[in-house]
């Protein structure tokens, strides 16, 4: 609580708590002490900031949330002018290493990693609920041929909850889990026959021998053969870029599943919400813009004027930089190495053959150098995708697959902490008041 010393000038030489900030309101010339608990001060504490008994109260402005924690989590820690991202603690280069996709979604949920028997329960739980509703199929056959995918992923992840009613029942620890381990399993299922239905393709059937990634490319590229065998190399490199996009702290799209959330709707409802924000080109659509960038580019001999205009700030080098990440994106090294694994396999392509280039060329040049924009995890996600033949508007619908995890975690987070209500903003009104009704015949 804050305390109010009012019209005390100094507060009167009361000696003050050193982890307090004191505010002179200089309206009134009054003084308020206010805690700083983690090095932050609560929004609400200002409230009692008064010129008078009728007045609301000081509100703070934060637009974009620039400067405002929503919540206390445990989940995910960024350090960005350090390079560090970690999981439950967990440094994501340990993780990307040594863990497999399912077994970082269930530390994510969990807050441990799983012991042996834990991993094989969830990965059959998981496995075994790969299969979605035929009416789902049904459901997504009803988009027009061309229709966006991350349209159709967003719409039938939205559409799940009417299939499982109850999942409204969020109090109910088995229930919510029930729910938890379907979005994570179902989730390839409905990009992948997002991708088929784009391509006029038939669907195809989960298969449960797979692993979550090899399972996810046998739904994409199966044609005729009896069984798809993914390629080792391609399917950890995917698993890896899962792990990469699991979770990434209070981002738009996890805001989003947080503030729907929060309104106690069920978690398919929260979940297509984050897909929504996941959908817009400022988040979920930078490594589209790397793709369409170097189409551009079309030749490396075209890359020194490129760079120029770069330089001369007439367009960005689109996949460099990053708002958080000062230093070095730490999930750009560990997809680099997948890349490569991937260009292995996939052989290069003149696109491909562009962004090395580019690449090779930013990292040595001062402008570059001086300003640490140094490639970041979209730039390499979007090569990858590209060697392995998906079209640019599957490149959310891929990010969401993997994030899926983290929104969930923060999901159950945001339900079971007891500081969170329903998610209610402020603002202020600059609008016009007390206007009387101007019949139509009178308006000019
Ligand atoms: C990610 C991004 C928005 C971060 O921007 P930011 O934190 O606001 O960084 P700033 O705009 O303050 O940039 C600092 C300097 O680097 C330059 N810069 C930043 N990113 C650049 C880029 N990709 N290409 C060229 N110059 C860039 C800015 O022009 C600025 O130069 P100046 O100091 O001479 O004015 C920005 O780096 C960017 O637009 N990158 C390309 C898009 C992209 O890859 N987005 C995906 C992010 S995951």
């Not at 609301?56 to 002018?81: E, K, V």
């Not at 570059?368 to 730039?379: E, G």
Request: proline share 5%.
């Amino acid at each position: 609580m804050s305390t109010d010393t009012t019209g005390q000038g100094d507060a009167g030489g009361v000696a003050q708590a050193s982890n307090t900030l004191t505010i002179t309101d200089n309206r009134t010339g009054r003084q308020y002490e206010v805690p700083i608990e983690d090095e932050t001060i609560r929004s609400i504490d200002l409230r009692r900031i008064k010129v008078n008994d009728d007045d609301f109260g000081l509100m703070t402005y934060d637009p974009a949330f620039m400067n405002t924690a929503s919540c206390r989590s445990s989940i995910t820690y960024i350090d960005g002018d350090k390079g560090i991202l970690e999981y439950r603690g967990y440094p994501i280069e340990q993780l990307a290493e040594r863990s497999s996709y399912l077994e970082v979604a269930y530390l994510l949920i969990h807050g441990e990693l799983p012991t042996q028997p834990q991993l094989d329960t969830w990965t059959h739980e998981v496995t075994i609920h790969t299969f979605v509703h035929e009416n789902v199929k049904e459901f997504m056959q009803g988009f027009r041929y061309d229709a966006h995918p991350m349209g159709m992923l967003l719409a039938s992840v939205g559409a799940l909850s009417t299939f499982y009613p109850e999942a409204t029942q969020i109090k109910d620890v088995d229930l919510r889990y029930q729910q938890i381990v379907r979005l994570i399993a179902k989730m390839p299922t409905l990009a992948a026959f997002a991708y088929r239905h784009n391509r006029g393709m038939p669907y195809v059937y989960p298969d449960n021998d797979l692993s979550y990634a090899g399972n996810f490319l046998s739904m994409v590229y199966k044609i005729a053969e009896l069984k798809y065998q993914p390629d080792p190399r391609i399917e950890k490199a995917l698993d890896v870029l899962f792990i990469l996009h699991a979770d990434h702290e209070q981002n738009c799209s996890t805001s989003a599943v947080r503030s729907v959330g929060s309104s106690q709707v069920d978690p398919y409802s929260s979940v297509a919400a984050g897909i929504g924000a996941l959908y817009g080109p400022l988040h979920g659509g930078a490594n589209e813009a790397v793709l369409r960038m170097l189409r551009r580019i079309r030749t490396t001999d075209n890359i020194p004027a490129f760079v120029e205009g770069v330089k001369k700030g007439e367009e960005r080098l689109m996949g460099f930089g990053h708002r958080v990440y000062k230093n070095y994106d730490p999930r750009a090294k560990i997809i680099k190495r997948a890349a490569q694994d991937v260009f292995e396999v996939t052989g290069t392509n003149p696109l491909l053959d562009i962004a090395m280039e580019l690449e090779r060329i930013a990292l040595e040049d001062e402008y570059f150098v001086s300003r640490k924009l140094y490639p970041n995890v979209d730039f390499y996600s979007g090569l990858i995708y590209e060697a392995l033949g998906m079209p640019v508007e599957m490149f959310p619908v891929l990010f969401a697959i993997g994030r899926t995890s983290g929104w969930i975690a923060q999901w159950l987070e945001m339900i079971d902490d007891k500081e969170q209500k329903i998610a209610r903003p402020r603002q202020i009104y600059t609008g016009g008041r007390e206007r009387d009704y101007v019949p139509m015949a009178q308006r000019s």
